[in-house]
Protein backbone atom coordinates (compact mmCIF):
# COMPACT_ATOMS: atom_id res chain seq x y z
CA UNK A 1 0.00 0.00 0.00
CA UNK A 2 1.54 3.78 -1.44
CA UNK A 3 2.34 5.68 2.13
CA UNK A 4 -0.49 8.33 0.99
CA UNK A 5 -2.86 5.54 1.33
CA UNK A 6 -1.57 4.40 5.10
CA UNK A 7 -1.60 8.00 6.38
CA UNK A 8 -5.20 8.67 5.01
CA UNK A 9 -6.00 5.31 6.63
CA UNK A 10 -4.42 6.35 10.02
CA UNK A 11 -5.62 9.95 10.00
CA UNK A 12 -8.95 9.10 11.72
CA UNK A 13 -7.36 7.18 14.56
CA UNK A 14 -4.51 9.43 15.33
CA UNK A 15 -6.70 12.36 15.70
CA UNK A 16 -8.15 11.05 18.18
CA UNK A 17 -5.71 9.08 20.18
CA UNK A 18 -2.67 12.04 20.09
CA UNK A 19 -2.18 15.18 21.65
CA UNK A 20 -2.72 18.07 18.89
CA UNK A 21 0.13 20.05 17.49
CA UNK A 22 3.00 18.05 19.21
CA UNK A 23 5.44 15.82 17.49
CA UNK A 24 8.73 13.69 18.30
CA UNK A 25 11.68 13.16 16.56
CA UNK A 26 14.81 11.34 18.09
CA UNK A 27 18.08 11.48 17.21
CA UNK A 28 19.74 7.93 18.07
CA UNK A 29 23.24 7.81 18.25
CA UNK A 30 25.26 4.70 18.43
CA UNK A 31 28.96 3.99 18.59
CA UNK A 32 30.37 1.32 17.13
CA UNK A 33 33.62 0.59 14.59
CA UNK A 34 35.18 3.87 16.15
CA UNK A 35 32.28 5.70 14.21
CA UNK A 36 29.42 7.56 15.71
CA UNK A 37 26.03 6.30 13.87
CA UNK A 38 22.39 7.76 13.80
CA UNK A 39 19.44 5.84 13.37
CA UNK A 40 17.84 6.94 10.00
CA UNK A 41 14.35 5.72 8.25
CA UNK A 42 13.14 5.63 4.81
CA UNK A 43 9.51 6.24 4.64
CA UNK A 44 7.71 4.49 1.41
CA UNK A 45 8.25 5.87 -1.35
CA UNK A 46 10.38 8.58 -0.51
CA UNK A 47 13.96 9.67 -1.77
CA UNK A 48 15.08 11.47 1.47
CA UNK A 49 15.85 9.84 4.87
CA UNK A 50 13.84 10.86 8.12
CA UNK A 51 14.48 10.52 11.55
CA UNK A 52 12.51 8.62 13.63
CA UNK A 53 9.36 9.88 15.16
CA UNK A 54 5.78 9.62 15.92
CA UNK A 55 2.91 11.45 18.22
CA UNK A 56 2.03 11.70 21.87
CA UNK A 57 -0.78 9.97 23.49
CA UNK A 58 -3.44 12.14 24.90
CA UNK A 59 -2.82 10.58 28.19
CA UNK A 60 0.88 10.37 28.07
CA UNK A 61 3.57 11.97 28.89
CA UNK A 62 6.51 13.17 26.48
CA UNK A 63 9.06 11.37 27.49
CA UNK A 64 7.33 7.73 27.69
CA UNK A 65 5.83 8.80 24.16
CA UNK A 66 9.35 8.65 22.85
CA UNK A 67 10.74 6.09 24.84
CA UNK A 68 7.20 4.15 23.51
CA UNK A 69 8.13 5.35 19.43
CA UNK A 70 12.00 4.40 20.08
CA UNK A 71 10.79 0.84 21.47
CA UNK A 72 9.02 -0.16 18.57
CA UNK A 73 11.66 0.75 16.33
CA UNK A 74 14.64 -0.41 17.81
CA UNK A 75 13.08 -2.81 20.41
CA UNK A 76 15.50 -1.77 22.88
CA UNK A 77 14.19 -0.86 26.18
CA UNK A 78 15.40 1.60 29.16
CA UNK A 79 17.10 3.61 26.88
CA UNK A 80 18.92 6.92 27.37
CA UNK A 81 16.79 9.53 26.22
CA UNK A 82 17.32 13.42 26.81
CA UNK A 83 14.51 16.02 25.17
CA UNK A 84 16.59 19.48 23.74
CA UNK A 85 14.61 21.49 21.78
CA UNK A 86 11.48 22.54 20.34
CA UNK A 87 11.07 23.02 16.51
CA UNK A 88 8.29 25.21 15.60
CA UNK A 89 9.11 26.81 12.31
CA UNK A 90 5.73 27.37 10.23
CA UNK A 91 5.04 24.86 7.01
CA UNK A 92 7.61 22.62 8.68
CA UNK A 93 6.26 19.84 6.08
CA UNK A 94 3.77 21.80 3.63
CA UNK A 95 5.77 20.49 1.03
CA UNK A 96 5.57 17.14 1.72
CA UNK A 97 2.11 16.87 2.72
CA UNK A 98 1.43 19.32 -0.20
CA UNK A 99 -0.71 16.53 -2.17
CA UNK A 100 -2.99 15.36 0.81
CA UNK A 101 -6.51 16.59 1.70
CA UNK A 102 -6.27 19.32 4.56
CA UNK A 103 -8.20 17.53 7.19
CA UNK A 104 -5.46 15.25 7.15
CA UNK A 105 -4.34 14.83 11.19
CA UNK A 106 -0.18 14.32 9.53
CA UNK A 107 -0.83 17.67 7.72
CA UNK A 108 -1.60 19.73 10.34
CA UNK A 109 0.89 22.39 12.00
CA UNK A 110 3.08 20.13 14.57
CA UNK A 111 5.77 21.93 16.58
CA UNK A 112 8.18 18.66 17.22
CA UNK A 113 10.10 18.22 20.14
CA UNK A 114 13.33 16.86 19.40
CA UNK A 115 14.68 13.89 21.63
CA UNK A 116 18.49 12.49 21.64
CA UNK A 117 18.66 8.66 22.43
CA UNK A 118 21.77 7.09 23.22
CA UNK A 119 21.91 3.39 22.96
CA UNK A 120 24.02 0.59 22.99
CA UNK A 121 24.49 -0.12 19.52
CA UNK A 122 24.70 -4.07 19.87
CA UNK A 123 21.37 -3.70 22.12
CA UNK A 124 19.24 -2.45 18.55
CA UNK A 125 17.47 -4.45 15.88
CA UNK A 126 16.64 -2.02 13.63
CA UNK A 127 12.68 -2.45 12.44
CA UNK A 128 11.32 -1.43 9.07
CA UNK A 129 7.74 -1.08 10.04
CA UNK A 130 4.66 -0.25 7.70
CA UNK A 131 5.44 3.33 6.95
CA UNK A 132 8.95 2.68 5.35
CA UNK A 133 10.93 0.67 3.89
CA UNK A 134 14.66 1.27 5.43
CA UNK A 135 15.28 1.44 8.68
CA UNK A 136 19.79 1.88 9.25
CA UNK A 137 22.50 3.08 11.17
CA UNK A 138 24.04 5.96 9.01
CA UNK A 139 28.09 7.08 10.17
CA UNK A 140 26.98 11.11 11.22
CA UNK A 141 30.10 11.77 8.50
CA UNK A 142 28.35 10.80 5.96
CA UNK A 143 24.66 11.29 6.36
CA UNK A 144 22.68 11.06 3.06
CA UNK A 145 19.92 14.27 2.44
CA UNK A 146 16.78 14.46 4.90
CA UNK A 147 13.17 15.74 4.64
CA UNK A 148 11.84 18.81 6.18
CA UNK A 149 13.87 19.90 9.09
CA UNK A 150 15.40 16.49 10.44
CA UNK A 151 18.77 17.69 9.21
CA UNK A 152 18.71 20.83 11.47
CA UNK A 153 17.42 18.76 14.11
CA UNK A 154 20.02 15.96 14.23
CA UNK A 155 22.70 18.87 14.13
CA UNK A 156 21.31 20.71 17.35
CA UNK A 157 21.70 17.13 18.74
CA UNK A 158 24.87 16.28 18.08
CA UNK A 159 25.88 20.41 19.33
CA UNK A 160 24.06 19.40 22.53
CA UNK A 161 25.70 16.09 23.09
CA UNK A 162 29.09 17.88 22.73
CA UNK A 163 27.97 20.56 25.33
CA UNK A 164 26.20 18.50 27.47
CA UNK A 165 29.71 15.58 27.53
CA UNK A 166 30.64 16.98 31.06
CA UNK A 167 27.78 16.43 33.13
CA UNK A 168 25.44 12.99 31.31
CA UNK A 169 26.56 9.92 31.31
CA UNK A 170 27.84 10.17 27.70
CA UNK A 171 30.13 7.95 27.27
CA UNK A 172 28.31 5.27 29.90
CA UNK A 173 25.86 5.22 27.68
CA UNK A 174 27.37 4.72 24.45
CA UNK A 175 30.24 2.51 24.69
CA UNK A 176 29.91 -1.19 25.59
CA UNK A 177 30.47 -1.76 29.34
CA UNK A 178 34.36 -2.29 28.93
CA UNK A 179 36.34 -0.43 26.36
CA UNK A 180 39.59 0.81 25.98
CA UNK A 181 40.82 4.61 26.86
CA UNK A 182 41.70 4.81 22.88
CA UNK A 183 38.14 3.93 22.71
CA UNK A 184 36.63 6.29 24.59
CA UNK A 185 39.19 8.74 23.48
CA UNK A 186 38.10 8.53 19.94
CA UNK A 187 33.88 8.70 21.27
CA UNK A 188 35.28 11.92 22.83
CA UNK A 189 37.31 13.44 19.79
CA UNK A 190 34.13 12.45 17.65
CA UNK A 191 31.46 14.17 19.79
CA UNK A 192 33.44 17.52 20.03
CA UNK A 193 34.64 17.52 16.59
CA UNK A 194 38.42 17.55 17.07
CA UNK A 195 41.62 15.46 18.12
CA UNK A 196 42.79 15.26 21.55
CA UNK A 197 46.14 14.76 22.79
CA UNK A 198 46.60 11.11 23.95
CA UNK A 199 48.69 11.89 26.82
CA UNK A 200 46.17 15.04 28.23
CA UNK A 201 42.84 12.38 27.97
CA UNK A 202 44.52 10.15 29.93
CA UNK A 203 45.48 12.04 32.72
CA UNK A 204 42.15 14.14 32.73
CA UNK A 205 40.09 10.76 32.20
CA UNK A 206 41.79 9.33 35.13
CA UNK A 207 42.03 12.31 37.64
CA UNK A 208 37.98 12.63 37.67
CA UNK A 209 38.31 9.47 38.96
CA UNK A 210 35.32 7.63 37.54
CA UNK A 211 36.85 4.15 35.65
CA UNK A 212 37.46 1.28 36.74
CA UNK A 213 40.63 -0.46 35.35
CA UNK A 214 40.11 -3.97 35.32
CA UNK A 215 42.55 -6.77 36.18
CA UNK A 216 42.67 -8.38 32.97
CA UNK A 217 43.69 -6.51 29.47
CA UNK A 218 41.91 -7.51 26.71
CA UNK A 219 42.61 -10.44 25.07
CA UNK A 220 44.00 -11.37 21.69
CA UNK A 221 45.79 -9.36 18.81
CA UNK A 222 49.57 -9.58 18.06
CA UNK A 223 50.25 -5.85 19.76
CA UNK A 224 50.43 -5.56 23.49
CA UNK A 225 46.90 -5.72 25.14
CA UNK A 226 45.45 -2.95 26.00
CA UNK A 227 43.77 -2.03 29.31
CA UNK A 228 40.18 -2.10 29.81
CA UNK A 229 38.26 -0.05 31.65
CA UNK A 230 34.62 0.53 33.05
CA UNK A 231 32.94 3.37 34.45
CA UNK A 232 32.53 3.37 38.05
CA UNK A 233 29.10 4.77 37.99
CA UNK A 234 28.41 6.19 41.56
CA UNK A 235 31.46 7.94 40.92
CA UNK A 236 30.56 9.08 37.37
CA UNK A 237 27.10 10.28 38.45
CA UNK A 238 28.61 12.47 41.76
CA UNK A 239 31.57 14.12 39.75
CA UNK A 240 28.29 14.71 36.68
CA UNK A 241 25.82 16.29 39.34
CA UNK A 242 28.39 19.13 39.26
CA UNK A 243 30.13 18.83 35.83
CA UNK A 244 33.42 17.52 35.24
CA UNK A 245 35.40 20.64 35.79
CA UNK A 246 38.03 20.92 32.70
CA UNK A 247 37.22 21.70 29.08
CA UNK A 248 38.78 19.51 26.42
CA UNK B 1 -14.40 41.01 37.00
CA UNK B 2 -13.03 37.83 38.71
CA UNK B 3 -10.54 35.61 37.47
CA UNK B 4 -13.04 33.19 36.20
CA UNK B 5 -15.27 35.06 34.69
CA UNK B 6 -12.14 36.45 32.86
CA UNK B 7 -11.34 33.19 31.70
CA UNK B 8 -14.33 32.27 30.52
CA UNK B 9 -14.97 35.49 28.01
CA UNK B 10 -11.91 34.64 26.59
CA UNK B 11 -11.77 31.23 25.90
CA UNK B 12 -13.84 30.95 22.59
CA UNK B 13 -10.86 33.58 21.00
CA UNK B 14 -8.15 31.50 22.63
CA UNK B 15 -9.41 28.50 21.06
CA UNK B 16 -9.79 30.34 17.54
CA UNK B 17 -6.31 32.25 17.85
CA UNK B 18 -4.08 29.71 19.43
CA UNK B 19 -1.71 26.29 18.63
CA UNK B 20 -3.64 23.65 20.88
CA UNK B 21 -2.12 21.71 23.58
CA UNK B 22 1.16 24.12 23.41
CA UNK B 23 1.66 27.14 26.18
CA UNK B 24 4.61 29.51 27.29
CA UNK B 25 6.11 29.96 30.91
CA UNK B 26 8.71 32.48 30.95
CA UNK B 27 11.61 32.62 33.49
CA UNK B 28 12.94 35.97 33.60
CA UNK B 29 16.00 36.78 35.28
CA UNK B 30 17.26 40.43 36.44
CA UNK B 31 20.40 41.20 38.51
CA UNK B 32 20.08 44.27 40.75
CA UNK B 33 21.77 45.19 44.21
CA UNK B 34 23.76 42.36 44.24
CA UNK B 35 20.88 40.09 43.60
CA UNK B 36 19.36 37.82 41.35
CA UNK B 37 15.65 38.46 40.86
CA UNK B 38 12.74 36.19 38.77
CA UNK B 39 9.99 38.36 37.61
CA UNK B 40 6.44 36.85 39.21
CA UNK B 41 2.77 37.49 38.75
CA UNK B 42 0.01 37.23 40.89
CA UNK B 43 -3.52 36.50 39.24
CA UNK B 44 -6.53 37.73 40.27
CA UNK B 45 -7.71 35.78 43.56
CA UNK B 46 -4.85 33.67 43.96
CA UNK B 47 -2.57 33.28 46.75
CA UNK B 48 0.14 31.91 44.88
CA UNK B 49 2.35 33.13 42.59
CA UNK B 50 3.36 32.17 39.05
CA UNK B 51 5.48 32.64 36.33
CA UNK B 52 4.59 35.39 33.34
CA UNK B 53 3.38 32.91 30.34
CA UNK B 54 0.84 32.54 27.40
CA UNK B 55 -0.11 31.02 24.37
CA UNK B 56 1.15 30.82 20.67
CA UNK B 57 -0.74 32.00 18.09
CA UNK B 58 -1.66 29.43 15.22
CA UNK B 59 0.57 31.42 12.59
CA UNK B 60 3.49 32.46 14.93
CA UNK B 61 7.16 30.38 15.83
CA UNK B 62 7.66 29.51 19.24
CA UNK B 63 10.26 32.59 20.53
CA UNK B 64 8.28 35.23 18.77
CA UNK B 65 5.29 34.23 21.19
CA UNK B 66 7.72 34.20 24.28
CA UNK B 67 8.85 37.12 23.37
CA UNK B 68 5.47 38.91 22.47
CA UNK B 69 4.32 37.29 25.88
CA UNK B 70 7.25 39.60 27.91
CA UNK B 71 7.24 42.55 25.72
CA UNK B 72 3.53 42.83 27.12
CA UNK B 73 4.75 41.65 30.44
CA UNK B 74 7.42 44.06 30.88
CA UNK B 75 7.39 46.81 27.65
CA UNK B 76 11.31 45.88 26.91
CA UNK B 77 11.89 44.40 23.20
CA UNK B 78 14.99 42.47 22.38
CA UNK B 79 15.13 40.41 25.25
CA UNK B 80 17.72 37.22 25.70
CA UNK B 81 15.30 34.38 25.30
CA UNK B 82 16.09 30.85 25.68
CA UNK B 83 14.25 27.55 25.50
CA UNK B 84 15.28 25.20 27.67
CA UNK B 85 12.46 22.22 28.35
CA UNK B 86 8.83 21.22 27.73
CA UNK B 87 7.25 20.04 31.03
CA UNK B 88 4.50 18.09 30.09
CA UNK B 89 3.04 16.31 33.61
CA UNK B 90 -0.53 14.77 32.65
CA UNK B 91 -2.50 16.51 35.27
CA UNK B 92 -0.36 19.79 35.54
CA UNK B 93 -3.40 21.94 35.77
CA UNK B 94 -5.95 20.03 37.58
CA UNK B 95 -6.22 21.26 40.66
CA UNK B 96 -6.29 24.89 39.53
CA UNK B 97 -9.07 24.23 36.94
CA UNK B 98 -11.48 21.82 38.89
CA UNK B 99 -14.58 24.86 39.28
CA UNK B 100 -14.01 25.41 35.40
CA UNK B 101 -16.11 24.37 32.70
CA UNK B 102 -14.45 20.91 30.88
CA UNK B 103 -15.07 23.08 27.59
CA UNK B 104 -12.45 26.10 28.70
CA UNK B 105 -9.89 26.86 26.64
CA UNK B 106 -7.34 27.47 29.75
CA UNK B 107 -8.43 23.86 31.51
CA UNK B 108 -7.20 21.91 28.36
CA UNK B 109 -4.52 19.64 28.68
CA UNK B 110 -1.03 21.71 28.09
CA UNK B 111 2.55 21.25 27.42
CA UNK B 112 4.47 24.15 28.95
CA UNK B 113 7.64 25.29 26.92
CA UNK B 114 10.18 26.70 29.39
CA UNK B 115 11.86 29.71 28.52
CA UNK B 116 14.41 31.50 30.66
CA UNK B 117 14.79 35.15 29.68
CA UNK B 118 18.05 37.95 30.59
CA UNK B 119 16.88 41.41 31.13
CA UNK B 120 18.60 44.54 32.02
CA UNK B 121 16.97 44.73 35.54
CA UNK B 122 16.36 48.72 34.78
CA UNK B 123 15.08 48.04 31.17
CA UNK B 124 12.23 46.43 32.42
CA UNK B 125 8.59 48.01 33.59
CA UNK B 126 6.48 44.94 35.20
CA UNK B 127 2.87 45.37 33.83
CA UNK B 128 0.00 44.08 36.22
CA UNK B 129 -2.87 43.52 33.83
CA UNK B 130 -6.20 42.55 33.33
CA UNK B 131 -5.28 39.24 34.56
CA UNK B 132 -2.83 39.97 37.81
CA UNK B 133 -3.07 41.96 40.69
CA UNK B 134 0.54 41.80 41.11
CA UNK B 135 3.71 41.56 38.85
CA UNK B 136 7.03 42.16 41.16
CA UNK B 137 10.84 41.04 40.75
CA UNK B 138 11.44 38.57 43.40
CA UNK B 139 15.04 37.55 45.19
CA UNK B 140 15.63 33.90 43.86
CA UNK B 141 16.56 33.54 47.23
CA UNK B 142 13.35 34.22 49.12
CA UNK B 143 10.72 33.21 46.46
CA UNK B 144 6.83 32.79 47.45
CA UNK B 145 5.07 29.44 46.93
CA UNK B 146 3.99 29.12 43.21
CA UNK B 147 1.00 27.81 41.31
CA UNK B 148 1.20 24.60 39.77
CA UNK B 149 4.29 22.90 38.46
CA UNK B 150 6.35 26.50 38.52
CA UNK B 151 8.75 26.54 41.04
CA UNK B 152 9.62 22.95 38.95
CA UNK B 153 10.38 25.23 36.10
CA UNK B 154 11.99 27.92 38.03
CA UNK B 155 14.49 25.37 39.75
CA UNK B 156 15.50 24.34 35.99
CA UNK B 157 15.47 27.49 34.61
CA UNK B 158 18.06 28.74 37.41
CA UNK B 159 20.22 24.47 36.51
CA UNK B 160 20.06 26.04 33.20
CA UNK B 161 21.50 28.72 33.38
CA UNK B 162 24.34 27.19 35.72
CA UNK B 163 25.02 24.87 32.82
CA UNK B 164 24.98 27.81 30.05
CA UNK B 165 27.55 29.78 31.69
CA UNK B 166 30.67 28.75 29.73
CA UNK B 167 28.91 29.00 26.38
CA UNK B 168 25.95 32.00 26.25
CA UNK B 169 26.27 35.39 26.83
CA UNK B 170 25.10 35.31 29.95
CA UNK B 171 27.07 37.66 32.19
CA UNK B 172 26.51 40.72 28.85
CA UNK B 173 22.76 39.92 29.24
CA UNK B 174 21.97 40.50 33.23
CA UNK B 175 24.79 42.93 33.55
CA UNK B 176 24.85 46.84 33.10
CA UNK B 177 26.92 48.30 30.03
CA UNK B 178 29.75 48.78 32.84
CA UNK B 179 30.31 47.12 36.07
CA UNK B 180 33.31 46.45 38.26
CA UNK B 181 34.71 42.83 38.48
CA UNK B 182 33.29 42.04 42.21
CA UNK B 183 30.01 42.41 40.89
CA UNK B 184 31.13 40.34 38.14
CA UNK B 185 31.96 37.11 40.60
CA UNK B 186 28.86 38.29 42.98
CA UNK B 187 26.58 37.22 39.61
CA UNK B 188 29.05 34.18 38.90
CA UNK B 189 28.85 33.47 42.73
CA UNK B 190 24.83 33.77 42.86
CA UNK B 191 23.90 31.30 39.41
CA UNK B 192 27.00 28.88 40.40
CA UNK B 193 25.70 29.01 44.04
CA UNK B 194 28.92 28.54 45.47
CA UNK B 195 31.86 31.34 46.52
CA UNK B 196 34.26 32.18 44.42
CA UNK B 197 37.96 32.99 45.21
CA UNK B 198 38.46 36.52 44.45
CA UNK B 199 42.59 36.38 42.91
CA UNK B 200 41.15 32.88 40.82
CA UNK B 201 37.99 34.57 39.51
CA UNK B 202 39.93 37.78 38.12
CA UNK B 203 42.63 35.52 36.79
CA UNK B 204 40.35 33.37 34.99
CA UNK B 205 38.02 36.39 33.62
CA UNK B 206 40.81 38.51 32.39
CA UNK B 207 42.62 35.19 31.06
CA UNK B 208 39.40 34.62 28.48
CA UNK B 209 40.37 38.08 27.19
CA UNK B 210 36.78 39.29 26.40
CA UNK B 211 36.75 42.12 29.13
CA UNK B 212 37.71 45.82 28.41
CA UNK B 213 39.01 47.87 31.21
CA UNK B 214 37.36 51.30 30.90
CA UNK B 215 40.06 54.05 31.34
CA UNK B 216 38.34 55.91 34.19
CA UNK B 217 36.98 54.49 37.60
CA UNK B 218 33.86 54.39 39.06
CA UNK B 219 33.31 57.85 40.16
CA UNK B 220 32.28 58.43 44.23
CA UNK B 221 32.36 56.22 47.40
CA UNK B 222 34.85 56.77 50.07
CA UNK B 223 36.96 54.10 49.44
CA UNK B 224 39.55 53.64 45.87
CA UNK B 225 37.53 53.60 42.79
CA UNK B 226 37.27 50.47 41.48
CA UNK B 227 37.84 49.80 37.78
CA UNK B 228 35.10 49.28 35.57
CA UNK B 229 34.93 46.63 33.14
CA UNK B 230 32.63 46.19 29.71
CA UNK B 231 32.27 43.26 27.72
CA UNK B 232 34.23 43.35 24.19
CA UNK B 233 30.78 41.83 22.24
CA UNK B 234 32.64 40.09 19.75
CA UNK B 235 35.65 38.74 21.67
CA UNK B 236 32.69 37.29 24.34
CA UNK B 237 31.05 35.84 21.28
CA UNK B 238 34.05 34.13 19.35
CA UNK B 239 35.10 32.60 22.85
CA UNK B 240 31.77 31.30 24.16
CA UNK B 241 31.12 29.74 20.38
CA UNK B 242 33.45 26.86 21.60
CA UNK B 243 32.57 27.47 25.18
CA UNK B 244 35.02 28.82 27.92
CA UNK B 245 37.13 26.50 28.80
CA UNK B 246 37.40 26.48 32.68
CA UNK B 247 34.82 25.22 35.12
CA UNK B 248 34.68 27.31 38.24
Same mark, same amino acid.
Not at 74 to 77: I, K, R, Y
Given at each position: MSLKKLFEERSDIAWKANMPSVSIDCVVFGFHDSSLKVLLVRLKDQPLWSLPGGYMGKKEELKDAAARILNER *????NIYLQQFKVFSKLNRSEDFF????? *????KQRFLTVGFYALVNYTDVEPVIDELSDACEWVDINTLPEMMMDHREIFDKALVTLRRQLNYKPIGYSLLPEEFTMPELQKLYEIILDKKLNRGNFYRKMTGYDILDKLDEPRK????KAPNLYRFNLDKYKAALKDGLKEGW
Open positions: *TGAEKDYDD *TLWHGGAH
